[in-house]
């Protein structure tokens, strides 16, 4: 029996999505429930899966075009999987097309992650993408790790000194070891929203930066004496995140109004907590948001920001997940960042950013003593937060982090 594919419903506001990419092709058997095409909102990217067994019979939407919510992308034909697709059939169509036969049996993510001077390189040594493993953006197979493939393998890599014909070069003009192609790759749909929403707030907020250092010694200690008990207890690992997330809800009890947003004539306030935490996902970055985090506990917290984690290097992140969120926190320390102004995520008022620890000499009692030391910034919105609250704010989170033990007894 035929049945449509349909863009499903994504999220709230959002009436189109981009084709990320065919994970079955024309042809291909599919089972129910098994990814059929990965699609890319300006929030997320969410696989869509298959409401049946069947064939996928016809494909209507390619890589990169947009499709609206309730719209057909494909078809497909029910029933049992087995002997849809008999072998005559597939030697007989690439007798047929002999120019498209290897192409045929690739997965379109395949075709999607290798870059056009790989794959030519690629079809010279008859190589398989299954083979290849990726060092570009998203996981792109790039020229040079197919070149640094072949020379594991023991095979002469392909280089312009390879080619016997080649007239040797003028002096003026040496040749080089590297290459200087250029790869055009289209912006997926969720990087393009960011783009333009990273523009957005740098016309509409009136942005200002202040900055602090903390000492970490007291969360370093509590983290080595209770660390191990804490992952044995509840199975995650006690993070520096939670106790940020935990210091930022008190300092924004303390001044409210880096907890609200202005909508139209008007100021927001909340009397919730949703803590949004910036990360690097596999298609760009992503803030999912911890829901009225002032109620969970430390391991809570823990759990769900790792999960968060986890689910955005495979694009499994829910689009409802990345709505929302009162305040953000990034830490761009995982990366080595030593100091950097964050930027605001609209509506929102208030964005913390953390940075690396390093060991510096500060003043202590009059001696100059060794600490970890880490600088935090704080990005506000000037019309709604003036200069005094927002460095107030930054200086209680201080306070609050120097002595964690502030955060049990709410002082």
Known sequence: MPIDIKVPEVGESIREVEIGGWLKAKGDSVQKDEPVVSLESEKATIELTSPSAGVLTNILKKRGEVAKVGEVIAQMETG??????????????????????PAAPKKATEDARIMPAA???????????????????????????????????????PSAASAPSAPAPAPSAPASAGTRE?????????????????????????????FNEVD????????????????????????????????????LKQFPEINAEIRGANIIYRNYFDIGVAIGGGRGLVVPVVRNAERLSFSEIEMAVGDFGKRA??????????QGGTFTITNGGVYGSLLSTPILNPPQSGILGMHSIQERPVARDGAVVIRPMMYVALTYDHRI???????????????????????????
């Open 80 to 101: 049992p999987v087995t002997a849809q697709t008999p072998a005559p059939e597939v030697k007989t169509e690439a007798k047929a097309a002999p120019a498209t036969a």
């Open 119 to 157: 794959q030519r390189v690629m079809s010279e040594q008859n190589l398989r993408p299954e083979d290849m493993s990726g060092t570009g953006p998203g996981g792109r197979v790039l020229k040079e790790d197919v070149v640094r493939h072949l020379q594991q393998q023991g095979t002469p890599a």
């Open 182 to 210: 250029e790869e055009v790759v289209p912006m997926t749909k969720l990087r393009r929203t960011l783009a333009e929403r990273l523009v957005q707030v740098q016309q509409t907020a009136a942005m200002l930066t202040t």
């Open 216 to 251: 970490m010694s007291g969360v370093m200690d509590l983290r080595k004496q209770y660390g191990e008990a804490f992952l044995q207890k509840y199975n995650v690992k006690l993070g520096f995140m939670s106790f940020f997330v935990k210091a930022t809800i008190e300092a």
């Open 313 to 322: 290097k495979d694009n499994k992140l829910k689009p409802e997940e990345l």
């Open 385 to 411: 937060v003036d200069g005094r609250e927002a460095v107030t704010f930054l200086k209680r989170i201080k306070e609050i982090i120097e002595a964690p033990a502030r955060m049990l007894l709410e002082v």
